[in-house]
């Protein structure tokens, strides 16, 4: 990573200390106050259900600066308390420094790898990423992992699969991200992790393929928020049978019919682990306007939340992702990246149990 990342990265995480009561191996215990739980019972979690934090600092996957301070924001917004005060456990260590994991060791160089820019760079994150939430996953915890660009759902969504094989895909986006390294127009790899997950054309390659199988199937996953997909993409999600809720159904048959309809197409009627990646640029930006890729027509405020919410209800959430916090200055105001880390904040809550009433 160039020296002028790492220092906007450090720039970023400085002062990032918690003032949270922590346990002796980093966990935030359950308020003293309390004896709340969690709203509902997450089958798949261990008993108390804690939620492992994991903030990735991730801007390779993509050009535009300030998505990688994201994680940080939503820190300092107070999210870990905020958990916490929901009932759970969590698993967050302020003393941990996210650049290790985000400016790995490379050699001189990233040079291009066909059109995929940043391969090594991208693919080491993943890599190491993979491993954090593979682990959380197996304790029996529930990771939040804060991004960072959705290239990092290559390695969120390869952890909880190494865990769980049977777990469903849940991705809202305004985007596809299924782009291969053969159709990909910009070499971004924030556009093609559904690809690599499932394993299509132009995948197979160094220095993916040295950790990175194919572990989706088309029918593990669904699409909810779709409103900007690249032609080339179009005709991948039609060979692959992928089933997806573009923002025309929402409006067609709204979002609480859009859900019964997606969480039915990947369970089944039965119960599995879901892991729900969720990019804040599927959401309209008038409500979420600090993002690099803004698509007017988005979700609102309360689609979003009743996304994540019905997500809770299943009590099959095994995996959370929060991707796209972008909070440059140079993109919009202050007070619009404070609204983006809030909504942030709040999908995570709902997600966790948090109710309306």
């Known amino acids: 990573m160039a020296s002028s990342a790492r220092q906007t990265i450090s720039q970023a995480l400085r002062g990032s200390g918690s003032k949270l009561r922590q346990s002796s191996t980093s966990t935030l215990a359950v308020p003293e106050t309390g004896v709340k739980r969690p709203s509902y019972r997450y089958k798949y979690l261990s008993e108390p259900h804690t939620a492992a934090i994991i903030p990735c600092p991730f801007n390779g996957g993509q050009g535009r ?3 990688e301070l994201g994680p940080n924001r939503l820190i300092q917004a107070g999210l870990p308390s905020q958990l916490t005060s929901l009932g759970w456990s969590v698993s967050y260590d302020p003393s941990e420094d996210p650049r290790e994991a985000v400016a790995p060791p490379l050699p ?22 993979m491993g954090r939430v593979g682990d959380a996953v197996g304790k029996g915890w529930l ?11 290559m390695g969120t969504v390869a952890g909880t699969k190494s865990v769980h094989p049977d777990a469903a895909l849940i991705w809202v986006d305004a985007h596809a991200d299924i782009n291969t390294p053969e159709t990909t127009p910009s070499g971004n790899l924030h556009g093609l992790p559904v690809s690599f997950l499932l394993g299509l054309s132009g995948t197979d390659v160094a220095p993916f393929n ?24 179009k005709r991948l999600l039609r060979e692959n049978g992928i089933r997806c ?41 008038t409500v979420a306007p600090s993002t690099g890729t803004p698509v007017r027509g988005g979700l609102t ?17 095994v995996a959370l992702d929060i ?35």
């Open 65 to 67: 600066k300030g998505v």
């Open 108 to 129: 001189e160089g990233d040079a291009p790898i066909g059109r995929m820019k940043n391969p090594r760079l991208v693919s080491e994150v993943n890599r190491k990423l």
């Open 143 to 153: 990771p939040v992992t804060l991004g960072g660009d959705h290239s990092l759902g």
């Open 210 to 233: 040295s950790w990175m199988k194919p572990c989706l199937r088309p029918t593990d996953i669904v699409y909810i928020g779709l409103r900007d997909v690249d032609e080339g993409e």
């Open 245 to 285: 809720f573009t923002m025309h159904e929402v409006d067609k048959y709204g979002i609480g019919r859009v859900m019964e309809m997606a969480l039915d197409h990947v369970m089944g009627g039965r119960e599995m682990p879901l892991h729900l990646s969720f990019d804040v640029d599927a959401l309209d930006p």
């Open 301 to 317: 405020f309360r689609e979003g939340h009743y996304i994540t919410e019905a997500v809770a209800e299943t009590g099959c959430l």
């Open 323 to 357: 991707m796209r916090q972008e909070v440059n200055p140079s993109l919009k105001d202050s007070m619009s990246a404070d609204e983006t880390v809030a909504v942030g904040c709040s999908l995570a809550r709902a997600a966790l149990g948090e109710t309306l009433l």
